[in-house]
């Protein structure tokens, strides 16, 4: 899947532009090769290509992530954030590509871009790694060290102090509060003001039920989910992308978001187990091990995960925006339900 956007990028052209960028960045004498969608698992919300440069007798790999021609999935991107995230992560055990190039000067291909090291591996699907695949595939242990690596992965995240990421606060706040006054305006924005009622009255139970004992405040991924990481042939990961959710928020938005993903890709491929897969932990099994990770125990843990999904209905909803003010007015995305009926029976009980 590519980026969904409002106007055609221009492939040819913008390849002769960032070979210039290229070439005055790095080696007068490089040259790159034509651009070419770098993960097809994941990523509606920005384009993101893949490249090959030519340089010093020496031939290497690069992505390149741009904002949506138009606009598309978000109304700002804060490339320059995301740089500054994953290079702050990478200090901390996590596995974000690096060097992270971030270009702030739109003049070369029209738009700011950051360029960063291809990574080579698996990229599991949402739509498929439970009945089919490479990692249905792979066997129990590979299946195993991909699921433990990833949960280690979210552990690894609270070790990293919030007070080096001020960018990733919600105008200077942090929390509940602020995380959903975002997202209903995220949401209004989305969709041109004209919010579902079934989302409002989302949005509506989350801010009455929402937790009140304090937590611990960590940075947070926003999009913790398997098509987000790339794994090799073991199962260990290489790389961990998409951090343009990232804030500041507790553990269990994180890991809520993990195990809502998970549920609806049963749901959703028809899986009737928990766990989807030999190798992974049912969800009982991870909460366990998660607490033993951080060292506390994770509170209200299913209001996160409703509020996971609330937060994927918003961006559903901005797809369907987008697919219509395109012209798609078939495609097949439109007939996906906002919030699945686990959520709706939720929020009307």
């Known amino acids: 899947m590519a980026a969904i956007?409002?106007?055609?990028?221009?492939?040819?052209?913008?390849?002769?532009?960032?070979?210039?960028?290229?070439?005055?960045?790095?080696?007068?004498?490089?040259s790159i090769s034509e651009l070419s969608v770098a993960n097809r698992a994941a990523g509606w919300s920005s384009e993101c290509l893949l490249f090959a440069a030519q340089s010093a007798g020496t031939t290497s790999e690069y992505v390149i992530r741009i904002p949506p021609s138009g606009g598309g999935m978000f109304a700002e991107y804060d490339l320059e954030g995301q740089t500054r995230t994953q290079e702050l992560l990478r200090d901390y055990g996590v596995a974000t590509p690096s060097p992270v190039h971030f270009e702030p000067d739109a003049s070369w291909i029209g738009s700011r871009f950051l360029v960063m090291p291809r990574i080579a591996g698996h990229t599991p699907s949402d739509t498929s790694y439970a009945t089919r695949g490479w990692l249905f595939s792979a066997g129990v242990e590979v299946q195993k060290r991909l699921h433990d690596d990833f949960l280690i992965t979210l552990a690894a995240l609270q070790n990293v102090p919030v007070s080096e990421a001020p960018w990733l606060t919600r105008d200077g706040e942090v929390g509940n509060p602020p995380e959903l006054r975002w997202w209903r305006e995220y949401?209004?924005?989305a969709t041109d003001n004209q919010i579902p009622e079934l989302m409002a009255g989302a949005f509506d139970w989350l801010e009455r039920n929402q937790p009140t004992d304090p937590v611990p405040m960590s940075v947070c991924w926003g999009d913790a989910r398997l098509s987000n990481t790339i794994f090799d042939d073991a199962g260990s990961i290489v790389g961990v992308l998409d951090w343009e959710q990232a804030c500041i928020g507790p553990a269990e938005a994180d890991l809520g978001w993990w195990l809502a993903t998970r549920r609806q890709t049963r749901e959703v491929q028809g899986v009737a187990s928990d766990p989807e897969l030999p190798g992974?932990?049912?969800?009982?099994?991870?909460?366990?091990?998660?607490?033993?990770?951080?060292?506390?125990?994770?509170?209200?843990?299913?209001?996160?995960?409703?509020?996971?999904?609330?937060?994927?209905?918003?961006?559903?909803?901005?797809?369907?925006?987008?697919?219509?003010n395109i012209g798609l007015t078939d495609h097949g995305f439109l007939r996906a339900p906002i919030l699945p009926a686990w959520v709706v029976e939720a929020i009307h009980a």
């Open 5 to 30: 956007t409002l106007q055609q990028r221009d492939l040819v052209e913008t390849r002769d532009r960032l070979e210039k960028w290229f070439q005055r960045r790095f080696d007068a004498d490089a």
């Open 187 to 189: 949401l209004a924005w």
């Open 280 to 324: 992974f932990d049912s969800r009982d099994e991870v909460i366990q091990r998660y607490q033993a990770m951080i060292g506390r125990e994770l509170i209200d843990l299913e209001w996160y995960e409703h509020f996971s999904i609330v937060k994927m209905g918003c961006c559903i909803s901005r797809t369907h925006t987008l697919l219509r």
